[in-house]
Every structure is written in structure tokens, then in C-alpha cells.
């Protein structure tokens, strides 16, 4: 006070350091966890909210994005080397399948011999889990019956090439490659090469990836998949309904 009676005003520093005065005279501060447990439940009605209407709208779109990725024809090739002379190549096949399948082995030097479509005979052993359908031309050789007409030298050539007929999803596609001299996964490459004008359809070609896993996985595999993409989705929803009630 001054000697006239009025209030002297305080420098915002002298205010400041001040204990317990507040810049903001009336204010109450509230403690973060006490914050933190009030803001839960609104946050987990607010995603809810979003979820919801955002789920229902998207349902007819999600049904039409899962069946058009199923009936998507996606052809996914496995390579494995048996010996330092022979390679196996599998294919795995989803969806609707082409008319036709224009294959090319390729070696980045004159370097194979012959390819074999494996037949029920190259199967003994097998997989319990594999697919044991087997295409109409299992058992083929290129050169011969599998690629009847084409002449290739006994050196060994930089590709084979051949088309495979009446495809399906549930046949097995499996080769083995013969090599003139020792080689490496790294130089045997496997595409498909589509003729003038797509002819009888196209199918995506992918080598083997932790992303397309489904369609190269056992049937029981695919269950524990769906098991434990079901399993991920559900623990999601009690923890979110867990974390609401929590805020309680």
C-alpha cells in the first residue's frame, strides 16, 4: 500500500517468486494422474466413436477388397538347391488361374541342362501337409514331351522356356532343374513371359516373401494364422475396453 491508500502494483518477477502465489489468481491445478484417469474414457469413446460408423460403412468395401485379393490370380515361386547340380523350383497358385502359363528358366550363362515337371513317382517322401494334385503334364521333361519341337544342346543353355495348360490352384508345380556344372540359387531365375496381347489372362509373379507366406503355407498353417490373427484382434478389443473401464 502507499501512503495515499492505493495498491502498488508488483513487478511480474517480484509475483513470481512469491511461494504459493499463482499467475493465475483462482486457478486450481489438478495432479496429472488425476488428469491422465479422467482423459482414459474419453479417448476410448471418442476411437469407438471413429470405429464404429467407419467399420459399418467399410463393411461392404472390405468384403469387396478381401474377395477381389482372393480371386486375384498371384503365382509365388519357392527355390531350393537339392545339390550343387540340381535345383527344385515349386509354384504355388491363388485364384482364378490363366488359360495359360508361358514359363522361362533362366541362367545368367549356358548353364542348364533340363527342367522336370515332378511327377506322383518324384514324390515319394512328401510332405503330409503338400498338395499332392498333380497337373495333366506332370512327369514331362523339356527338352521332350514338355516342350515337343524345341532343340537344345547338351552343353547346357541360358534358358528353357515352355507353357503350361489347364492350370488350377490345386495343382502341384514343382521342377527340378539340372545343371551342366555346379551352380547357385542366384543364377537360376524363374518368370513368366506373357504373349502379344495377354492372350488367356495374367497372373502376378512373386518369388517367395514373408508376405505372401498364405499361399505357400500347409493348410494347418493357414488355420494358426487366422487363430492368431483372431487371437491379436480380440486381445486389442480388452485391452481398449480394459483401459475405458480403468478410467472409471
Known amino acids: 500500500m502507499t501512503a495515499g491508500g492505493e495498491r502498488r502494483k508488483l513487478p511480474f518477477c517480484a509475483v513470481m517468486a512469491q511461494p504459493g502465489r499463482a499467475l493465475f489468481q483462482g486457478s486450481s491445478r489438478m495432479p496429472i494422474q488425476e488428469a491422465l484417469r479422467k482423459f482414459r474414457p474419453a479417448a476410448a469413446a471418442v476411437v469407438l466413436a471413429l470405429l464404429v460408423p467407419l467399420v459399418t460403412f467399410s463393411e461392404s468395401t472390405l468384403k469387396s477388397l478381401m474377395s477381389g485379393w482372393l480371386e486375384r490370380c498371384l503365382i509365388v515361386i519357392e527355390k531350393e538347391q537339392l545339390s550343387p547340380i540340381k535345383l527344385m523350383v515349386t509354384g504355388y497358385m491363388r485364384g482364378q488361374a490363366p488359360s495359360a502359363l508361358p514359363l522361362s528358366f533362366s541362367a545368367n550363362k549356358p548353364l542348364l541342362l533340363n527342367v522336370k515337371f515332378l511327377s506322383s513317382a518324384d514324390l515319394t517322401g512328401a510332405n503330409k501337409d503338400a498338395n499332392l494334385g498333380l497337373h495333366p503334364m506332370a512327369g514331362e521333361t523339356c527338352p521332350g514331351a514338355l516342350c515337343e519341337g524345341t532343340v537344345y544342346t547338351d552343353g547346357g543353355e541360358p534358358k528353357i522356356n515352355f507353357t503350361l495348360r489347364d492350370l488350377s490352384e490345386s495343382f502341384l508345380y514343382r521342377f527340378h532343374i539340372r545343371l551342366a556344372k555346379p551352380g547357385t540359387l542366384d543364377d537360376l531365375g524363374v518368370f513368366v513371359v506373357y504373349e502379344t496381347g495377354l492372350k488367356g489372362g495374367v497372373c502376378r509373379v512373386e518369388n517367395a516373401t514373408l508376405f505372401n507366406w498364405p499361399v ?17 484382434a480380440g486381445s486389442a478389443v480388452l485391452v481398449l475396453t480394459g483401459w475405458s473401464k480403468k478410467g472409471d
Open 216 to 232: 505357400r503355407a500347409s493348410p494347418l498353417g493357414k488355420i494358426l494364422a487366422s487363430a492368431l490373427l483372431l487371437l491379436v
